[in-house]
C-alpha cells in the first residue's frame, strides 16, 4: 500500500495526472485485502478463546498456508494448545469416574451436604446402612432416624461419634469439611460397627469358655479317677464287720454320687465344645421356602401333640439365600424349640414363621410366638454363654446360634414387649 501509495504520487507530480486513476483500484483492492487479512485473524482469535470458554475442544484449525508461514504457525500453535486442554479434561474427567467408582462401590457410606443441609452426593452404602432409598436433604432423616440430623449438622469436623440405630446397628460416624470455590461443604463417613463388636464380644466369651472349661476339666477328671480308685477299695478292700454294713452303704451312695455330679459337670462343659469348635459355614445357594418347609416337618408332630398352632409364610416364593444348610437348619430347629417351650403354659398358643425380602436385598426370617415374653433384664443376656431361663438347660443354643450367623454375616435379634409374646429375627445378606 505504501508503494502504491508513493507511485500514484510520483505519477502525479511528473505531470501523469490521469494515471494516478489506474492507481486508486489497486489502493482499494490492497486495503480490502488488510480487512480481510485481519478480520481472518480475528475470526481466528475469537474462534480459540470461545472454544476454551466452553471446553469445546473438537475444534481444529486449518493449515492456511495459502496465507503465509505465519498463519500456519499460528493454527498449529492453536491446535496444539486445545489438545493439551483436551488430555486435561479428560485425564480430570478419568480421575473423577475413578474416585466416583471407588465411593459407589465401598462399603463405608459417604455423603456430603451444603451449610443448608442439600445432599450433593450419597453413594449407595449411605442408603442401606440409614435402611433410606432417596435423601434430598438431611432434614428427611428426621422421620426415620430422628436426632440424627440434628446431630450430623452439629458435629464438629474431625470429631467421631456412635450413633444406635432403630435396628440395633452401631454407626460409626466421622465428619469432616472441605470448601469448593468459597462454599464449605461437610463430608460424612458412616461405618457399621455393629458385626465388629459382636465378633470382638464373641471372641471374649470363646477364649473365657476355653480356659473355664479346660481348668473344670483338670480339676474335675482327677476327682472322677480317684472316686472310681476308692469305689473300688470300698468294695474289694474294706471289710465289712459288724454293725458297720449301714455306714459302708452310705459311703457307697455318697461316692456314686459324687461320681455322678462329677460326671455331670464333666458332660456340661463338653457341651461348650461346640461353642469354641465351630466349624466354617459351607455356603451354597438355598431356597428359603423349602428350607423352612423341611424344618418345620421336623417340629410338627411335636407341635400338634402340644396344642401348637403353626403358621408359616414366605413371600415371595423364590427368595434364595447364600448359606451353610445344616447350621441354618441348626438355628431355626433351636429357635422353634425355644419358642415351643415359651409356650408350655400358655392358651391358645401359636408359632408362625415367615419369610422376607426387606430393605437393601436382606433375607429376613421372623419366628414369632404368644407367649408371655422375656423380661427386659433376661433380653440382655440370652445370647450370653451358660445363660439360660430353663430348668435344664444349658445355656448354650441361643449363644450358638448367634455365633452361626454372625459366621454368616448376619444378626440375630430378639423383640419381646412384656406379655405380648416374643419375635426372633433371623437377618441374613441375600
Given at each position: 500500500m505504501i508503494v502504491t501509495i508513493m507511485a500514484g504520487c510520483w505519477l502525479w507530480w511528473t505531470g501523469y495526472p490521469l494515471t494516478v486513476i489506474l492507481v486508486i483500484p489497486l489502493l482499494i483492492g490492497q486495503v480490502m485485502a488488510l480487512y480481510y487479512y485481519l478480520n481472518r485473524v480475528n475470526r481466528k482469535l475469537t474462534l480459540f478463546l470461545e472454544a476454551i470458554r466452553y471446553e469445546d475442544f473438537s475444534i481444529?484449525?486449518?493449515?492456511?498456508?495459502?496465507?503465509?508461514?505465519?498463519?500456519?504457525?499460528?493454527?498449529?500453535?492453536?491446535?496444539?494448545?486445545?489438545?493439551?486442554?483436551?488430555?486435561?479434561?479428560?485425564?480430570?474427567?478419568?480421575?473423577?469416574?475413578?474416585?466416583?467408582?471407588?465411593?459407589?462401590?465401598?462399603?463405608?457410606?459417604?455423603?456430603?451436604?451444603?451449610?443448608?443441609?442439600?445432599?450433593?452426593?450419597i453413594n449407595p452404602a449411605a442408603f442401606r446402612l440409614m435402611g433410606i432409598y432417596r435423601l434430598r436433604y438431611i432434614d428427611?432423616?428426621?422421620?426415620?432416624?430422628?436426632?440424627?440430623?440434628?446431630?450430623?449438622?452439629?458435629?464438629?469436623?474431625?470429631?467421631?461419634?456412635?450413633?444406635?440405630?432403630?435396628?440395633?446397628?452401631?454407626?460409626?460416624?466421622?465428619?469432616?469439611?472441605?470448601?469448593?470455590?468459597?462454599?464449605?461443604?461437610?463430608?460424612i463417613s458412616l461405618q457399621n460397627i455393629h458385626a465388629e463388636l459382636q465378633q470382638k464380644e464373641l471372641e471374649a466369651w470363646q477364649n473365657l469358655t476355653k480356659i473355664l472349661r479346660h481348668e473344670i476339666m483338670n480339676s474335675v477328671t482327677p476327682i472322677v479317677s480317684l472316686i472310681g480308685t476308692m469305689q473300688e477299695i470300698v468294695e474289694h478292700d474294706i471289710a465289712v464287720q459288724e454293725g458297720q454294713?449301714?455306714?459302708?452303704?452310705?459311703?457307697?451312695?455318697?461316692?456314686?454320687?459324687?461320681?455322678?455330679?462329677?460326671?455331670?459337670?464333666?458332660?456340661?462343659?463338653?457341651?461348650?465344645?461346640?461353642?469354641?469348635?465351630?466349624?466354617k459355614p459351607q455356603f451354597t445357594t438355598i431356597n428359603l421356602k423349602q428350607l423352612i418347609q423341611s424344618v418345620s416337618n421336623l417340629l410338627l408332630a411335636d407341635m400338634k401333640a402340644a396344642g401348637?398352632?403353626?403358621?408359616?409364610?414366605?413371600?415371595?416364593?423364590?427368595?434364595?439365600?447364600?448359606?451353610?444348610?445344616?447350621?441354618?437348619?441348626?438355628?431355626?430347629?433351636?429357635?422353634?424349640?425355644?419358642?415351643?417351650?415359651?409356650?408350655?403354659?400358655?392358651?391358645?398358643?401359636v408359632i408362625s414363621v415367615k419369610g422376607s425380602l426387606g430393605n437393601a436385598q436382606q433375607v429376613t426370617i421372623e419366628i414369632i410366638d404368644n407367649g408371655?415374653?422375656?423380661?427386659?433384664?433376661?433380653?440382655?443376656?440370652?445370647?450370653?454363654?451358660?445363660?439360660?431361663?430353663?430348668?435344664?438347660?444349658?445355656?448354650?443354643?441361643?449363644?450358638?446360634?448367634?455365633?452361626?450367623?454372625?459366621?454368616?454375616?448376619?444378626?440375630?435379634?430378639?423383640?419381646?414387649?412384656?406379655?405380648?409374646?416374643?419375635?426372633?429375627?433371623?437377618?441374613?445378606?441375600?
Open positions: 481444529r484449525f486449518s493449515a492456511d498456508n495459502k496465507l503465509g508461514k505465519s498463519f500456519s504457525a499460528l493454527n498449529h500453535q492453536f491446535n496444539e494448545v486445545l489438545e493439551a486442554f483436551r488430555q486435561t479434561r479428560a485425564e480430570r474427567e478419568a480421575n473423577l469416574k475413578y474416585i466416583d467408582t471407588i465411593i459407589q462401590h465401598i462399603s463405608i457410606g459417604v455423603l456430603s451436604f451444603d451449610p443448608d443441609g442439600k445432599i450433593e452426593l428427611e432423616l428426621k422421620h426415620s432416624h430422628p436426632g440424627l440430623p440434628e446431630l450430623l449438622l452439629e458435629l464438629p469436623a474431625g470429631q467421631k461419634m456412635l450413633y444406635a440405630t432403630q435396628n440395633g446397628q452401631q454407626l460409626s460416624i466421622q465428619a469432616t469439611t472441605v470448601r469448593l470455590q468459597g462454599r464449605l461443604v461437610k463430608l454294713a449301714e455306714a459302708v452303704g452310705d459311703l457307697k451312695e455318697a461316692l456314686e454320687t459324687i461320681e455322678s455330679r462329677s460326671k455331670g459337670i464333666m458332660n456340661f462343659v463338653n457341651a461348650y465344645r461346640d461353642y469354641t469348635t465351630l466349624p401348637i398352632t403353626y403358621h408359616m409364610h414366605v413371600s415371595p416364593d423364590n427368595i434364595e439365600v447364600h448359606a451353610d444348610e445344616t447350621q441354618l437348619q441348626m438355628v431355626l430347629i433351636n429357635l422353634l424349640k425355644n419358642a415351643m417351650d415359651a409356650l408350655e403354659h400358655t392358651d391358645d398358643p408371655p415374653g422375656i423380661d427386659a433384664e433376661a433380653q440382655e443376656k440370652i445370647f450370653i454363654p451358660f445363660f439360660t431361663t430353663k430348668k435344664k438347660g444349658s445355656g448354650i443354643g441361643l449363644s450358638l446360634s448367634q455365633q452361626i450367623i454372625q459366621m454368616h454375616g448376619g444378626q440375630l435379634k430378639v423383640v419381646s414387649p412384656p406379655g405380648k409374646g416374643t419375635t426372633f429375627y433371623v437377618l441374613l445378606p441375600n
